[in-house]
């Protein structure tokens, strides 16, 4: 077996870029999420090691002293972060010449061949789901008989082999939460919304939605919601209870936790008789009576991507949800006491100065806890990259989604709404949401009753509003 390295490289300072983390920025709040896309493949190689690098403050000079050290290196990549990992893997290679290089994600997934012509350092990437074809380059098969990669040969010529079947069988795949105890400073990771210090993990990959910006499903996970048995998700977190006495939430990162929801009602009826506090991602149609049984299995809060407050603009995203239902989830939750983190998308195909301003209202409207607004990113392999392409949406120039600074930009433009008016629509968003006299009263009534949050709130609230300077500062 390959002595193996399994590396979220660093880039820019602060960067959630992690193999865990879908929309690769830095983020308004610090945050972190876990390298779980990298614990996987790590979880099934003895002796292997995962260093997350932006989240443990690590330089190329500390993660180049490491590589010296193993004979395989396999490195979690974006579209964001693609140039700068690069010159990781020539960086650890110069250090270290007989080090075999691969990179996995959805950015060599959905383009193996420009990835390894952009990358003359690179042997290998996998693609799609890569936990099993790394096991099998970490045990030292040839190359060309590996299901699923595109690699390097000798005299250059690049090869992509068969598609690897996908994983039906979820259970095979061993628990990361030991290799988080091994590699990882849990204490590190920090979600705005969470509890912490928080433990994310997955209990079954694809998402039956066909949302056209959301990368997952579109380029590695699919769209058939397959998943790990009840017995073995509550199994993995009996064992974190006791490995994380400190742990304080338990988030559940499948794309839809909820499209399963016998299954969510089990797991939770699981979790409620193990006495955990846990948070999991939902589509904003989940009926009451299955609301009411996960609060009540220790159910705070659901993380939801309502995207926009226009009617059309869901259509046009293909997100299969109707305002009202999503209004009346809303209200479900909060007469329930569950807590909600809402996600929004601005600059999405259809928005208008109208529509930015129908998606505000709406917000105060249903009055989630807290938000997050992001800006429409077309990343490679969704349908929104090919829809911006083909409707001159998107300039080459905009096609790394974020600054020098790792900041989200606008890369999307259409005929009416420029990229400086979609990008600056995201400030006002936060400042008409959270600056509500009702809302201010809230957050203030949260912080009193409460010595550690009042802390956290202040150190946010520092964080944001520096955050916000920094973006004018380069505003398109």
Known sequence: MLRTLFLQAPSFEGF????????????????????????????????????DAPAHDLTLADVTAVAKDYDLVVLHTSTPSFASDVKT?????????????????????????????????????????????IKEVAEERDLASIAGISFRRPDGRIEHNAERPILENMDLLPFVTPVYQRDLKIERYFIGYLKHPYISIYTGRGC??????????????????????????????????????????????????????????????????????????????????????????????????????????????KKGMRIEVAERFTKDCHELGITIHGTFILGLPGESRETIQETIHFAARINPHTIQVSLAAPYPGTFLYKQ??????????????????????????????????????????????????????SIVGEMVRSPEMMRRRLREGVEFFRFLRERRAVAP
């Open 388 to 441: 911006a392409l083909e409707n001159g949406w998107l300039d080459e120039a905009n096609a790394e989604l974020v600054d020098a600074h790792g900041v989200q930009i606008a890369p999307l433009h259409f005929p009416h709404l420029s990229h400086e008016e979609i990008f600056d629509s995201v400030e006002e968003f936060y400042r008409r949401f959270y600056f509500r006299s009702g809302k201010i009263a």
């Open 16 to 51: 959630d870029g992690g193999a865990g983390s879908r929309y690769q920025a830095r983020r308004e709040i610090r945050s972190f999420w876990y390298p779980t896309w990298l614990a996987q493949p790590a979880a099934l190689i003895p002796g292997s090691r995962l260093i």
């Open 89 to 133: 893997i020539e960086a650890l290679k110069a250090a270290n010449p007989a080090l075999t290089a691969g990179f996995v994600g959805a950015k060599v997934a959905v383009d193996p061949d420009g990835s390894l012509k952009a990358a003359k350092a690179l042997d290998f990437v996998a693609r799609n789901e890569f936990d099993f074809a």
């Open 208 to 317: 039956k939605s066909r949302c056209t910006f959301c990368l997952w499903p579109q380029t590695v996970g699919g769209h058939r919601y397959r998943t790990r048995s009840v017995g073995h998700v509550l199994e993995e977190i009996a064992w974190a209870q006791k490995a994380f006495p400190q742990v304080k939430e338990f988030f559940f990162d499948d794309d839809t936790f909820t499209d399963d929801l016998p299954r969510a009602e089990a797991i939770a009826k699981g979790l409620g008789r193990l006495g955990v506090t846990w948070s999991c991602n939902a589509k904003a149609n989940v009926p009451r009576a299955s609301l009411k049984v996960m609060r009540d299995n220790g159910l705070r809060l659901l993380l939801v991507g309502y995207e926009s407050g226009n009617q059309q603009i869901l259509h046009n995203i």
